[in-house]
């Protein structure tokens, strides 16, 4: 494997304990530094084992996952947490603790347990509340936020950490059209002048295709293409691994996105029969 990747798999199998079916089977990929990498695929088809994975938050049961050429499992957890910058899925919030609160446990990594904030860490954390449009609800409560608020707070946790990788799974889940565009275009910056590689899981092929300068598309467990977006992104893939008819067309622009894929999902039936 080449230790220039930094995230990478090789022949990836897993399985979770009791199931008779593997999660993941055969994946091989490679996230190179500086690139958005996008990972699709329909529901229930291993993305999110895939992070996990690739996090050390789980173990293979073959293959590798490695993180800077290294297994994500040896890595010590706090040198990780300086390192990655993780958004996960699902997250419950049950105690009182404001949203500043929150996106300050980004800075833990680089504090410590005793020290206090330093006027660095201060200007990481406000920085990451307005790159998530969060800094006027600082000093409001995480559990009186809207699923749209609480989900770019936790990004903004992220992005306080300052790291050169993010890890997202599905960070636009619940954010309405304003705010996922957003995000997307903040993770396209951060990529670009920052050179932040993001690993993003995500159900939005369309934004997907036309951010990520590679995708992988996978269906229960399985490799279905590796490659740029206009390669992935073809009518018969996405037909085979979601089940449903699609179009897909060349995005209008204008934008450095022009001609990306688009998907459309076609109705099965068309020209139903009118109601007797």
């Known amino acids: 494997m080449s230790a220039a990747a930094v995230f990478q798999t090789d022949d990836l199998r897993f399985r979770y304990p009791a199931s008779p079916h593997l999660a993941l089977d055969g994946i091989s990929a490679r996230v190179a530094r500086g690139e958005l990498y996008s990972v699709i695929g329909p529901n229930g088809s291993g993305k999110s084992t895939l992070a996990r994975l ?13 993180f800077e050429g290294m297994p994500a499992a040896a890595w010590d957890r706090r040198e990780l947490a300086r390192r990655v910058g993780v958004v996960p899925q699902g997250e419950d919030v049950v105690f009182p603790i404001t949203v500043r609160a929150l996106v300050a446990m980004g800075r833990y ?33 995480v559990t009186r936020l809207s699923g749209g608020e609480r989900q770019r707070a936790r990004i903004a946790r992220a992005l306080a950490q300052q790291p050169d990788t993010l890890v997202l799974d599905e960070p636009t889940a619940a954010l309405d059209l304003a705010h996922e565009m957003s ?3 903040l993770l396209a910056r951060l990529r670009v002048r920052q050179g932040v590689t993001v690993l993003l899981v ?31 992104v073809t009518r018969a893939r996405i037909e085979r691994s979601y089940h449903w008819p699609v179009s897909v067309y ?7 996105d022009t001609g990306a894929p ?13 109601a007797s």
Do not use: S
């Open 109 to 141: 990594p680089h504090l410590g347990a005793w020290r206090n904030e330093t006027a660095a860490d201060e200007e990481a954390i406000e920085r990451a509340l307005e790159a998530c449009d969060v800094a006027p609800l600082h000093d409001r409560l």
């Open 250 to 256: 060349p995005h209008a622009g204008p934008g450095p």
């Open 54 to 66: 690739l996090l050390g938050l789980l173990r293979p049961l073959a293959g590798g996952a490695l």
């Open 183 to 185: 995000i997307f275009e």
């Open 202 to 232: 995500t159900h939005n092929i369309n934004l997907a295709a036309r951010y990520a300068d590679r995708m992988l598309l996978i269906e229960r467990g399985r490799p279905i293409a590796e490659g740029a977006p206009v390669e992935v």
């Open 262 to 274: 688009q998907v459309a999902p076609l109705a099965r039936n068309p020209d139903p029969e009118p």
